[in-house]
C-alpha cells in the first residue's frame, strides 16, 4: 500500500475509534478530532489514494484556478466540468441560498438562507480563495522570493484574510501555506482549519503537492518535504460507511504502488502550464486504484 494511503487510513482509524459526535452548520453531524498532523517526503513518492479513485484531474484544474487563473468564477471550473463550487456559486441576482443550522436562542435550528452578495458577485464564491490571491498578489511574491531570496524566512500565503471574510460564501478550509528552501529542496507547511477528511483531504493533499513540483520545477529546485496541519479533522456520520470500506480495502486487498507526476520540462513559467481540461502540461502516469468510494456532500 503506498505510504500516503497508510497515513490516511491511519488518521480515519483516529477519527472513528476516538472522536466525539458534533453538531454543524449544515445539519449532518461529524465525528471530530480537534487537530492532527502528518509528513511526507516528496522524493519518496507522490501522494494519490489508491485504497479509492481520486479524480485527480478535477484536483489539479481546482489549484490552477486558485493559484494561476486567480479567479473566484464558478463557470471557469464549469467550463472545464469541473463542478465542486457549484453548491457555493452566487446566482445571477447576487444572492446565495442554502438550508443550514443557524445558531437561535443557544440552539442551532435548520433554516433556509439567503445572503445578498451583489450582483458584482453573480457566479463566484465571493471574495475567497483566488480572489484572495490575485487581490494581494501571493504568487507573485512568492515566486519572486524563491527565484531571488530563496532563504527568506517569510515566504507566507494566507488565504485567510479578515477584511474579507464577510463577503466570502466559503472561507477557506485550507487557508495557509508556508514555504522554506533547505538544501536545494523546495518544502512547504500547510495549515487547515476544517477538514472534511472523505471528500476534501484526498483533493488537498495531491492538490498542494502538485503546487509544489510545479513551483519547483519553475525556481530549479527540488520538490522536498510536506507537512500539514488540521484543526478540526472530522468525518460526516454519512460517511462512515464510505471509510469502513475504504480502510477495510487497505486490509484486505493487493497493494498498490503510488503513481508518478509529470511536468513538461518545457515550461519554465508557472502561469504558463495548460489549465484547460486536457492538462497537457501535467500528468498523473500509472495510476492504479481499487474503484470509487460515493462520499455524500455536506453543504
Not at 444572492?95 to 445572503?115: F, H, M, P, S
Not at 492504479?288 to 453543504?299: C, M, T, V
Request: aromatic share 12%; proline share 3%.
Amino acid at each position: 500500500m503506498a505510504k500516503w494511503d497508510k497515513e490516511y487510513l491511519k488518521l480515519c482509524k483516529k477519527i472513528l475509534t476516538e472522536g466525539v459526535e458534533v453538531e454543524n452548520r449544515t445539519g449532518i453531524n461529524t465525528i471530530k478530532i480537534p487537530n492532527y498532523t502528518f509528513n511526507f517526503d516528496l522524493q519518496e513518492e507522490f501522494p494519490v489514494l489508491t485504497t479509492k479513485q481520486l479524480f485527480f484531474k478535477n484536483a489539479i484544474t481546482e489549484i490552477l484556478w486558485i493559484y494561476q487563473e486567480q479567479s473566484n468564477d464558478v463557470r471557469w471550473l464549469q467550463e472545464r466540468n469541473v463542478h465542486i463550487w457549484d453548491e457555493w456559486e452566487i446566482a445571477e441576482d447576487g444572492k446565495w441560498r442554502a438550508n443550514q443550522n443557524v445558531l437561535e436562542n443557544g440552539k442551532l435550528v435548520k433554516k433556509d438562507i439567503e445572503k445578498d452578495f451583489g450582483v458584482e458577485y453573480a457566479h463566484t464564491i465571493g471574495t475567497a480563495y483566488g480572489f484572495i490571491v490575485k487581490k494581494l498578489g501571493l504568487m507573485d511574491r512568492l515566486l519572486d522570493a524563491l527565484k531571488n531570496n530563496p532563504l527568506d524566512r517569510r515566504m507566507v500565503m494566507s488565504l485567510w484574510q479578515d477584511e474579507y471574510i464577510p463577503t466570502a460564501v466559503l472561507p477557506s478550509c485550507v487557508w495557509s501555506s508556508e514555504w522554506d528552501v533547505t538544501d536545494g529542496y523546495l518544502n512547504i507547511w500547510v495549515h487547515q482549519r476544517s477538514c472534511d477528511v472523505p471528500l476534501g483531504l484526498p483533493f488537498n493533499v495531491t492538490q498542494y503537492a502538485t503546487l509544489l513540483c510545479l513551483i519547483a520545477h519553475c525556481t530549479n529546485l527540488k520538490p522536498g518535504k510536506i507537512s500539514w496541519s488540521i484543526k478540526d479533522a472530522h468525518i460526516y456520520v454519512n460517511q462512515i460507511e464510505g471509510i469502513k470500506e475504504q480502510i477495510l480495502r487497505g486490509e484486505t486487498l493487493e497493494d498498490l504502488e503510488a503513481p508518478e507526476l509529470w511536468i513538461n520540462e518545457e515550461i519554465h513559467d508557472f502561469f504558463e502550464f495548460d489549465n484547460s481540461r486536457d492538462l497537457k502540461d501535467i500528468k498523473i502516469r500509472k495510476y492504479k486504484h481499487h474503484g470509487k468510494i460515493n462520499f455524500p456532500l455536506a453543504q
